[in-house]
């Protein structure tokens, strides 16, 4: 079955702009997390959404946001960007509820902030 | 939620055994160990995943004391492709990827 899809692969954006990122989970997971990768903090959580509904959220400015659709597609913005935003976005889904935590990541966004 | 600590780097030639130990000395009881492993410019892959004893699955070995304030990735007959970072995770299980804590990982290179 197919992975968990994230669009665009990369982005380029300046600095004071917003940005939306995609993810599409594998058919069935209704769980998508985001997180933040950087080489100085590594992998960290964003939030996560559930049902359309987010149910977690990490230690981030509320620049960040996000959102799930009925088909559990989801979108994660970023407004009024910095260049810490610089980043590799990934998105991972679950499937809620599965005995294992077995998260399924995509290959991320790679947003660069100018 | 528990720290873990795990060695930053390990070299390794192709077709030797590689033990990764991760430490976890505040680990609760409900909590279970996970490895994830991540290529330059990928998420992390869902290795292997284990409560207590042992855990083999077509790729890795998790062996995990009696205490389970540590456990060990094993990793049999590594090839170049294995070279990656690897993550030592403790949390407990609530089968979503919600509030993973990733530390520093281990990076592994494996040469030839």
């Known amino acids: 079955k197919a992975g968990v899809t994230q669009t665009p692969r990369y982005l380029i954006k300046t600095r004071g702009q917003q940005v939306t990122l995609s993810c599409s989970p594998i058919?069935?997971?209704?769980?998508v997390s985001w997180y933040q990768q950087t080489p100085g903090q590594g992998l960290q959580f964003l939030f996560e959404?559930?049902?359309?509904?987010?149910?977690n959220k990490g230690n981030f400015p509320g620049r960040f946001s996000g959102r799930q659709f009925s088909n559990s597609r989801s979108e994660m913005n970023v407004s009024t960007l910095e260049l810490g935003d610089s980043a590799l976005y990934l998105c991972?889904?679950?499937?809620?509820?599965?005995?294992?935590?077995?998260?399924?990541f995509g290959q991320g966004t790679r947003l660069t902030v100018v | 939620l528990a720290k873990t600590t795990q060695p930053i780097s390990m070299d390794s030639y192709e077709g030797q055994e590689v033990n990764i130990t991760c430490s976890h000395n505040?680990?609760?009881?409900?909590?279970?160990i996970t490895w994830y492993q991540q290529f330059p410019s990928q998420g992390p892959r869902f290795i292997i995943q284990?409560?207590?004893t042992k855990v083999t699955n077509e790729v890795a070995s998790l062996f995990i004391p009696a205490d389970r304030k540590s456990s060990t990735l094993s990793l049999p007959r590594v090839s170049l492709s294995d070279t990656a970072v690897y993550y030592c995770?403790?949390?407990?299980?609530?089968?979503?990827?919600?509030?993973?804590?990733f530390g520093t990982g281990t990076r592994l290179q494996v040469t030839l």
């Open positions: 991972a889904s679950s499937l809620a509820g599965s005995r294992y935590t077995e998260a399924f």
């Open positions: 058919s069935g997971h209704r769980s």
């Open positions: 959404y559930f049902s359309e509904t987010q149910r």
């Open positions: 505040n680990i609760a009881t409900n909590d279970y």
């Open positions: 995770l403790v949390g407990g299980h609530t089968g979503t990827a919600s509030k993973l804590t």
């Open positions: 284990g409560y207590k």
